[in-house]
């Protein structure tokens, strides 16, 4: 939105402009100018340099600008599966500790399969991760 303001004053702008005019890092405003060029809101004939487009027109009676950034989206999603992950083994020792201790003496193999019956309401549970719980 902020991009788009800018065009408010001038049809034309550079990439460096629009950087001290919004104050929005370089490699994020790529990637937005990028989404903005696709829709056809902004042209791109010249390099770092972008025209706003007269001309524009669309079939829709609302424009989805509000697609996701991709560098961003990796990040949390990394982010959010390595917190998933730690969760799931903290759950998956407390079963085993919850599980030794009602029966005290049981084998490796039961042992895994009574973790497995356990938790795979919340989650299907990989049998490496509990031998390496077990161990």
Request: hydrophobic fraction near 40%; proline fraction near 3%; glycine fraction near 0%.
């Amino acid at each position: 939105m902020a991009v788009l303001l800018q065009y408010n004053r001038n049809d034309t702008m550079s990439l460096d402009e629009l950087v001290t005019a919004t104050s929005i890092t370089k490699d994020i405003l790529t990637q937005v100018l990028a989404l903005l060029v696709k829709a056809k809101i902004l042209i791109n004939e010249e390099k770092d340099q972008y025209d706003l487009n007269p001309n524009f027109k669309s079939k829709k009676i609302r424009v989805n600008l509000n697609l996701p950034i991709k560098a961003d989206v990796k990040a949390e999603s990394a982010d959010v599966l390595k917190a998933v992950d730690e969760d799931r083994k903290y759950v998956i020792q407390a079963t085993i500790v919850r599980i030794m201790k009602a029966r005290k003496t049981m084998k490796n193999q039961s042992l895994i399969q009574e973790v497995i019956s356990q938790i795979s309401q919340r989650f299907a549970p990989k049998i490496p991760d509990i031998k390496k719980a077990c161990d």
